[in-house]
């Protein structure tokens, strides 16, 4: 077990190169993708780590007992067997701390989905007796649009301050996002940041490059550019965002500044899996190599673990 507990927990620190690498280089559909599982995996394994250690460290605390030595059994009462202790470097501090880092972790994914579930409640009872199964337009002076995971949603305070061309392009936006189940890589990416705050990078890239899928969506739909760079201008213009932020909102989030450019520039070339020779590539590699030593530094913590308890313990 030893100091290998401790990679899962420091590894998302890679999270800020690979991320401005990745929504750089690659395409935005692979690095939405690509930075969602990198995010996902060492999440699951920081969390898992940080139990790990929180099983550790409950032998520090009182009630507890070592074995009892009066009765003769070799087995503890507990899981402060001194193997045990002797497993992961630090344990007095580390296990310690890691009970309440779990908790924490535990109550900010929990008010995340929390918050998330209320925001799209809140945003379907909004529809409640409007008409339009694919988009609904409501008569709101407040200027957004945003997609559910089944059904477009515009206000006409947005849709007045828009072209009839640019209107096109904002329901074709939105209509990839549909598509693409892009909340739900919002979604996890939101809750991988909570359960590592060294993720925070990952998310902010995937807000953007899940935006700029969309974007090149949109663009592909309608034919011309420009008028989605211009639709993006106007709509971050005159919004005000979106209900909840693991919505996929036209111009809530993301830096707009970029995704225009971005648009006003050639379409980025879909290459799935770019030359290990190249920045793309090293995104690529280097997020593919901290997600695989994530797991498995992971994985031979919690055998070890098990196995050290499994010889030390009556369970």
Not at 5 to 21: E, N, S, Y
Not at 113 to 136: F, S, Y
Request: glycine share 8%; hydrophobic share 50%; net charge positive.
């Amino acid at each position: 077990m030893g100091v290998f507990v401790f990679l899962p927990l420091v590894l998302p620190l890679t999270a800020w190169p690979v991320a401005r690498l990745a929504e750089g280089r690659l395409h935005p559909r692979t690095a939405t993708r690509l930075l969602t599982a990198v995010a996902l995996v060492m999440a699951v394994c920081s969390t898992l780590c940080l139990a790990l250690l929180m099983v550790v460290g409950t032998a520090q605390l009182s009630g507890n007992p070592p074995p009892d030595s009066v009765r003769g059994d070799p087995h503890p009462d507990g899981w402060s067997d001194p193997e045990v202790r002797a497993a992961v470097p630090h344990d007095e501090i580390a296990g310690r701390a890691a009970i309440p880092a779990l908790g924490v972790v535990a109550v900010l994914c929990g008010c995340a989905l929390h918050r998330h579930r209320r925001g799209a409640r809140l945003a379907r009872r909004a529809l409640t007796g409007l008409p339009g199964r694919e988009v609904a337009v409501l008569p709101d002076r407040a200027p957004y649009a945003y997609a559910l995971p089944d059904r477009i949603v515009a206000t006409t305070g947005l849709l007045g301050g828009l072209a009839p061309a640019e209107r096109r392009a904002l329901f074709a936006h939105e209509r990839a996002h549909l598509a693409a189940r892009h909340h739900r890589y919002l979604l996890a990416v939101h809750l991988a940041a909570r359960a590592s705050p060294f993720l925070r990078p990952l998310r902010t890239a995937v807000v953007y490059t899940a935006e700029r899928w969309a974007d090149e969506e949109a663009a592909r739909a309608v034919g011309d550019r420009r008028t989605v760079a211009r639709a993006i201008g106007k709509a971050a213009l005159l919004s005000t965002g979106s209900p909840a932020p693991t919505l996929a909102a036209l111009a809530a989030t993301g830096p707009v500044p970029r995704r225009v450019a971005a648009l006003l520039g050639p379409a980025p070339m879909a290459r799935d899996w770019p030359s290990a020779f190249t920045a793309a590539g090293l995104a690529v590699w280097g997020a593919a190599a901290g997600a695989l030593v994530s797991a498995m530094s992971s994985a031979n913590s919690a055998i070890t673990l098990f196995l050290i308890l499994h010889a030390a313990t009556p369970l």
